[in-house]
């Protein structure tokens, strides 16, 4: 998604990572926020966590309660600049 100003008067803007759970739900939810007053300058200052973290989850899974949960990844959704 592009950068979202936090306020009309504000150059700060927001820039999400979203990810939708298709069996769980049909609206996307953010799972990173990159906040700063122009573009991220670099794809890794915009996704750097974001990678790190998937990576784990994708090696180690999902616990909850008493159960473990596989993560998988079906298709990333990216648009032009990206």
């Not at 979202?4 to 820039?15: A, D, G, M, Q, R």
């Not at 974001?50 to 959704?77: K, R």
Request: aromatic fraction near 10%; include cysteine.
């Amino acid at each position: 998604m592009d950068g979202l100003p936090v306020y009309k008067s504000s150059s700060v803007e927001l820039w999400p990572l979203l990810c939708l759970d298709r069996q769980l739900s049909h609206k996307p939810f953010v799972v990173g926020l990159y906040c700063g007053s122009k573009k991220p300058a670099s794809l890794s200052d915009y996704m750097q966590d974001f990678v790190d973290e998937l990576n784990s989850l994708l090696v180690e899974g999902i616990s909850y309660g008493s159960m473990n949960y596989n993560v998988e990844i079906v298709c990333f959704v990216c648009d032009a600049p990206a």
